[in-house]
């Protein structure tokens, strides 16, 4: 899609605040339970690379703070430098008006977000139609944006989003021994196929294609099978967690 574009009948003022007021409300809504997955997931991450001593706990703060921390950097420069990627929670539109309609010409990484939009009228742009000087559409937003030097600009979010411990959505404990045992096979031939040497730039892609295809083969998808059940022993339940939010160096009594 070149454009993703949608319009509102009508151009009082009054009634698009109150539309864009609506629009804001879902796009929030949407960026909260985005959050509240990535948030789950960094949570998981932190505690199964623990649990198999990977990485070391820090004394001095919990897990879940430690996973805020670190999802918010992610989404820091994600928006930051407009990166096509999941942390990026920004949503902004341009607005114009022309006769009867005033239309709003968006800009989001995620088309999860677009949801949001559902109650106004599709005005999008695609590959095809662009490359129509005679498509209606086309012409419409041209000549909208030759005309309009600098529209009307509405961030509809990007900060990072509000939500209660027991809104976190976490990955299964089946889910996420899926992705260790997955992890833990793909490290393993990726290793073997570099030969135990650290990967320059420019054999990554080769060295990747080559583990991929030995990934797929069914000696490697037993090893999964295998690493996912013994990963069902080790790794810890989240649902509920208290060790999650505690901090351990709080839970040590100071010695008289």
Known sequence: MVLRGYRLRGTDLACMIQEIKKI????????????AKLLGNEIAFLVDKVALNVYTRDPTVSIYACACNRIEEEIRVAQLQGLKTQY??????????????????????????????????????????????NNAKT??????????????TINF????????????????KKERCRTEARHQVCNRILNQVSLGKQIPPECLMKNIDQM???LLQEESQKEIAAKE????????????ADFIFSVPSADVPAQS
């Open 212 to 214: 991929m295809e030995i």
């Open 88 to 133: 990026n929670l920004q949503v902004y539109g341009q607005v114009f008006t022309e006769a009867d309609y005033t239309y709003f010409a968006i800009s989001c990484m995620q088309n999860e977000f677009l949801k949001a939009f559902h109650r106004l009228e599709e005005y999008s742009v695609s590959e095809a139609e662009y490359e129509d000087p």
């Open 139 to 152: 012409k419409l937003w041209k000549s909208l944006m030759e005309k309009t030097a600098t529209p009307m």
């Open 157 to 172: 979010g990007n900060g990072i989003p509000q939500i209660t411990k027991d809104q976190i959505v976490y990955p299964t």
């Open 24 to 35: 804001s409300m879902s796009v929030n809504k949407i960026r909260a339970r985005t959050y």
């Open 229 to 240: 059940k013994e990963l069902m022993n080790i790794l810890p339940e989240l649902e509920g």
